[in-house]
């Protein structure tokens, strides 16, 4: 098969048709989620799995609604937070989104590096330096239309935390028991980690990479407007964000069910249970579940790595861009968007040279996760809003099944973060 064929096949397939919400999905289990997930399964075994039917449908409504912010606007999130909303508000909400996705990004890359050495050998930093390049390279210099080829390509490696069940014993009528009925006790320590989990399902960057994705799909479309202007196609442009967001979420969400289970199975019955990062729990996996085991956790950890860094950064570079007025998108060649190419490469760049720094980035994989559970309640209402103003979608405000669920989010988030706030009380 020649390159032109197999190129031409890649294209065609199934696969390489599904929008921003696979992408999205799959970001959703950066490492630092894979530690959150790992967390949550060695320290509390079987009993934390009915998170993630919980989060299922609440993260589905938030991303559905900033899918269609882009998609009836044609502008991002932070653009329409800027039409929207007083100046302050774009501007804290700019900031923590950098702050966070920065932070995010060191303990993601440093995984990376550390996972990388575990297989290979090689020195977790060399390894972390070739990655962060590696990525920065692909952004900044292919064409969006080609790079989101291979990140969708990519989004298979998530299969990988499935296939690592095959590999151990899985009790599961015990899972299927605890996944509707947990036993735990409600003190801050579980309530840090529900936060932790609904904070890594539920993350501020990927409401501005779905809002800002659907805009670039639709530019490099022909013919295609907003549906503020070509209200013709609002039926089946909506239906399509709604499989696609649905599709993407749930795919995220089992896989961090699987991951939840793998290592209760593993590490919390083996006695285990403090793990920081997303390697130290594929390290752990290696003598309890057996090489294969630990190959696929560690494959995976770099798969979603090589997705969620790009995301992280291109989330943030949207953010700033459509706050200041820039040029911004992937698609745009580096000299025509300057500013929104500098914001990737200071964030990535940033998160390399953080982790030669006396910051531990193996508690910041966790707690980066909390702080995004935190950020999100109030980015939350103002999209909650947005969603709801005639003068923003027009004809096409959300209905009220993803308003309700939204608000439930919302309520739930904020409930979970002051929670975690009120030590030794449910």
Same mark, same amino acid.
């Given at each position: ?91 804290? +909400?700019? $900031? *923590?989104?950098? /702050?966070?996705?920065? !932070?995010?990004?060191? %303990?993601? @890359?440093?995984?990376?590096?550390? =996972? ?31 790079? +989101?080829? $291979? *990140?969708?390509? /990519?989004?298979?490696? !998530?299969?990988?935390? %499935?296939? @690592?069940?095959?590999?151990?014993? =899985? ?34 960057? *990927? ?53 939840? *289970? ?165």
């Amino acid at each position: 098969m020649t390159p032109s064929v197999l190129w031409t096949r890649l294209k065609e397939h199934p696969l390489a048709r599904v929008g921003p919400g696979l992408i999205t999905g799959v970001a959703d289990d950066d490492p630092s989620g894979i530690a959150t997930y790992s967390q949550a399964g060695a320290q509390f075994g079987l009993n934390m799995l009915w998170t993630m039917p919980v989060a299922l449908p609440l993260m589905t409504a938030i991303q559905y609604m900033c899918a269609s912010i882009g998609r009836v606007t044609g502008k991002g999130l932070a653009a329409n937070i800027k039409d929207a909303f007083p100046p302050v508000v774009i501007k804290s +909400v700019v $900031f *923590l989104l950098l /702050l966070a996705n920065t !932070l995010n990004i060191a %303990a993601d @890359v440093a995984a990376m590096g550390e =996972v990388a050495e575990l297989v290979t050998g090689l020195d977790r930093h060399l390894m972390t330096a070739v990655f962060v390049i590696a990525t920065l390279l692909l952004q900044v210099f292919i064409p969006y239309h080609r790079y +989101v080829r $291979f *990140l969708k390509w /990519l989004t298979l490696c !998530l299969l990988a935390y %499935a296939a @690592v069940l095959f590999t151990v014993h =899985v009790p599961w009528g015990q899972v299927a028991l605890r996944t509707v009925w947990p036993h735990f006790t409600a003190d801050a320590g579980a309530a840090a980690v529900v936060v932790g989990i609904f904070g890594t399902t539920i993350s501020p960057y *990927l409401f501005f990479w779905q809002a800002s994705e659907e805009v670039e799909d639709m530019q490099a479309g022909k013919g295609t407007a907003p549906l503020l202007r070509d209200p013709r196609a609002a039926d089946a442009e909506l239906r399509r964000i709604r499989w696609d967001t649905w599709s993407g979420m749930f795919y995220s969400d089992l896989t961090a069910y699987f991951i939840i *289970l793998a290592t209760a199975v593993t590490l919390h019955a083996a006695g285990i249970t403090d793990i920081n990062t997303a390697a130290q729990a594929a390290s752990a996996l290696h003598p309890l579940a057996g090489d294969f085991a630990f190959i696929l956790f560690a494959l995976g950890i770099l798969g979603v790595g090589l997705i969620g860094v790009p995301v992280l950064a291109g989330s943030g570079a949207y953010a700033l861009s459509e706050a200041m007025g820039w040029k911004s998108g992937l698609e745009r060649e580096v000299n025509d968007a300057r500013g929104f190419y500098g914001i990737i490469s200071v964030s990535v760049l940033a998160g390399l040279v953080i982790q030669y720094l006396p910051i531990s980035p193996m508690k910041a994989l966790f707690w980066s996760a909390v702080i995004n559970g935190v950020v999100a309640v109030p980015l939350m209402v103002v999209i909650m809003l947005l969603v709801s103003k005639k003068s923003v979608m027009g004809g096409f405000t959300v209905g009220r099944p993803f308003v309700v669920l939204g608000w439930i989010a919302t309520v739930v988030m904020g409930a979970a973060a002051v929670w975690m706030f009120v030590p030794g009380k449910p």
